[in-house]
C-alpha cells in the first residue's frame, strides 16, 4: 500500500506500508526509509511534533517499534527553502519539455543532483529553484529520482505538490519507463536480465555492492544495442532503481562500465589504436547515459516518453570503436 495526497491545508499526506524487512525496527528509521525524500532530521522533527501515524494513531516517539504491515501516514509540510538552506542560482539548464506540472531536464554529466556532503550550491535543485520558484514548496525543488553525477540524461521533476505525489507513486509502482544507455568492457553475445539485490558494500562505505543477505531486490534487463572488439554497447531498462544498480549489476558480472571511476576496471587496450586509447581515457566518466524516459501525465493521465541522444564524448567513443571494428 503507498499513497499521496494533497489536503486543505497544504500539507503533502503520505502512506507507506511497512515492508517486511523493517519490522520491530524504529519509527524513525522506518521513516527515513519509506520517506527517503526528506532529510532524518526532519522527519523526527514531524514525529515528535505529532505528524507521523501509525495504523491511524499519532506516535511521537522516535524509538517506537513498528511491525511490518502497518500503515505509516506522514503529514508533511511543504519544503522551505529557509529551512533546507537551499538557494536559487541562474545555472542554465536543458530543459527538453515543460508545462505546469512537469519539466523534463536533459542533465549534462558533471551536474550533480542536489546537494550533499561537500557541495552546497551548484547543482540541478539549486537551477531548478531559480528556473521554477514555484519549485520551493516542493520536497528538493521537485527532483523525485536522480541521476549520479557524470551519468548524462533525461530525468522527471515535479512542479508542484500535486504532480510530486503522483510521480514519486509511478516510481515507486515502477510506472515510470527508464531506459539507458551504456558502454562496457567485453564482448557481450545477447542480452539478459540480472536479478540480485543490492545494499551497500560490507567494506567500502562509500561504494554499493550486490549483497546477497541484506541487499535490496534489484532487477537490470539489458540487450545488444551494438557490438565492437573488446566492448558492447548495451540498452538497459532499470525494472527498480537501487543507487549505482546499473553501474554494480554490469561490474558483479564483469563488465564494467568504461571510465567508472568507482566500480570500472582498468581497460584492456591491447591492440587498440592510439586515437581509441586517448579517447578512452578521456573520457573522464562512465559511459552511462539516461537516453529515454517514459510515464504517464500526472494531471491528464496521458502516456508520454522522451528520447535523447548520447552526448558528444559518447558519440565519439561510438565513431571510433566502429572505426576500429570495420579495419581488424
Not at 548495451?234 to 525494472?239: G, I
Not at 528520447?307 to 566502429?322: I, S
Request: with cysteine.
Amino acid at each position: 500500500m503507498n499513497s499521496m495526497t494533497l489536503d486543505e491545508s497544504e500539507d503533502l499526506i503520505l502512506q507507506a506500508e511497512v515492508p517486511e524487512d523493517q519490522d520491530e525496527r524504529r519509527l524513525d528509521a522506518v521513516c527515513g526509509r519509506l520517506f527517503a525524500d526528506y532529510s532524518r532530521a526532519r522527519l523526527q522533527t514531524w514525529i515528535e511534533a505529532g505528524r507521523v501515524q501509525v495504523d491511524g494513531e499519532v506516535v511521537t516517539r522516535l524509538r517506537f517499534a513498528v511491525t511490518a504491515g502497518a500503515v505509516l501516514t506522514l503529514a508533511a509540510e511543504p519544503a522551505d527553502d529557509a529551512v533546507t538552506g537551499v538557494t536559487a542560482q541562474n545555472l542554465p539548464i536543458d530543459v527538453v519539455f515543460a508545462d505546469r506540472d512537469i519539466a523534463i531536464i536533459n542533465k549534462p554529466a558533471g551536474l550533480t543532483v542536489h546537494p550533499g556532503a561537500g557541495q552546497h550550491d551548484g547543482t540541478l535543485q539549486n537551477a531548478l529553484l531559480h528556473h521554477y520558484p514555484q519549485t520551493a514548496t516542493v520536497p528538493r525543488a521537485g527532483i523525485v529520482h536522480r541521476l549520479d553525477k557524470d551519468t548524462s540524461g533525461l530525468l522527471v521533476v515535479a512542479l508542484n505538490l500535486k504532480a510530486h505525489a503522483q510521480l514519486a507513486a509511478a516510481i515507486q509502482h515502477h510506472q515510470v519507463r527508464r531506459e539507458y544507455e551504456a558502454l562496457v568492457q567485453g564482448e557481450l553475445i545477447s542480452g539478459a536480465s540480472i536479478d540480485l539485490p543490492i545494499g551497500r558494500h560490507p567494506r567500502d562505505r562509500l561504494r554499493m555492492a550486490v549483497v546477497e543477505h541484506n541487499g535490496r531486490p534489484a532487477i537490470t534487463h539489458y540487450r545488444i544495442g551494438e557490438r565492437f572488439r573488446q566492448f558492447t554497447r548495451l540498452r538497459v531498462l532499470l525494472e527498480t532503481g537501487r543507487t549505482h544498480q546499473i553501474r554494480v549489476h554490469l561490474s558483479h558480472q564483469r563488465n564494467p562500465i568504461v571510465g567508472d571511476p568507482l566500480y570500472g576496471a582498468a581497460l584492456r587496450c591491447a591492440g587498440l589504436d592510439a586515437e581509441l586509447q586517448a579517447a578512452l581515457r578521456a573520457l573522464g566518466r562512465q559511459a552511462l547515459h539516461a537516453r529515454e524516459l517514459g510515464l504517464n501525465h500526472p494531471r491528464s493521465g496521458k502516456p508520454m516518453s522522451w528520447l535523447c541522444e548520447a552526448p558528444e564524448d559518447m558519440q565519439r567513443l561510438y565513431a571510433l570503436l566502429r572505426i576500429h571494428a570495420a579495419v581488424a
